[in-house]
């Protein structure tokens, strides 16, 4: 139990476009997800917290317009990415949190992404 | 406030020798403690956790963690390492509205 997945794995996509990133609960009601970024070797950075229903909440120093945030369902959260730049390119990982383990964060696969 | 601190960013092992990765914590509430696998280019899988029950926490793939309060410390050990366990490991305190990741831990095991 506790799967999330996230679609796509990779994307390649052009300087000036936009990417959105998909995160689903499959076997699970996912009342919060979170969105992180890694860099290479590094560890998880929080970008941003989002409760369905309700508008993201995100960590300081990310740009709420560049990077748009959709919880519309308990099942599914999106990140797109608007007007990609190179320095966007990044490992992006969602998680969700159920309702029952609250302390517990289950995450997905991860989506490479890579602005030419 | 919570934080954590993962001692050695690279730790090399024999195949079949004992794993030490070690996390240590500081919490202002009782923390949740967890212990994350992650595989190149790989999302996170859940080892173990730890929420306040027994302090020997046994998680999947023969790892296995002990919370020590008085150290504030939640080491992974395995007693026996395998050429499957390389990955990176990461350490992680929740005060139940996020998580506070540690920098990680690359584990090479040599064959």
């Known amino acids: 139990g506790a799967v999330v997945s996230q679609h796509p794995s990779w994307v390649i996509c052009k300087s000036g476009t936009s990417v959105k990133i998909e995160c689903r609960s499959l076997?699970?009601?996912?009342?919060?997800m979170f969105w992180y970024r890694q860099f290479p070797k590094q560890s998880l950075m929080l970008m941003a917290t989002s409760n369905e229903g309700s508008k993201a909440t995100y960590e300081q120093g990310v740009e709420k317009d560049k990077f748009l945030i959709n919880h519309a369902s308990l099942t599914l959260s999106t990140l797109t990415v608007t007007s990609a730049h190179p320095e966007d390119s990044s490992f992006y990982i969602c998680?969700?949190?159920?309702?029952?383990?609250?302390?517990?964060?289950?995450f997905g696969p991860g989506t490479r992404l890579l602005v030419l | 406030a919570q934080s954590v601190t993962q001692l050695g960013s690279h730790v090399s092992v024999s195949e079949g020798a004992l794993v030490l990765l070690r996390c240590n914590y500081s919490s202002s509430v009782p923390p949740y403690l967890f212990w994350y696998v992650q595989y190149p280019n790989q999302g996170l899988q859940l080892l173990l956790k730890?929420?306040?029950?027994?302090?020997l926490v046994k998680g999947i793939n023969g790892f296995e963690a002990e919370f020590k309060k008085s150290e504030t410390s939640f080491h992974l050990t395995k007693p026996s390492a395998h050429m499957s366990d390389a990955a990176e490991y990461f350490c992680?305190?929740?005060?139940?509205?996020?998580?506070?990741f540690g920098t990680g831990t690359s584990l090479t095991v040599i064959p």
């Open positions: 076997d699970f009601q996912a009342t919060t």
């Open positions: 998680s969700a949190r159920g309702q029952g383990a609250l302390e517990t964060q289950y």
């Open positions: 730890y929420t306040s029950a027994a302090t």
């Open positions: 992680a305190v929740s005060d139940r509205n996020q998580f506070y």
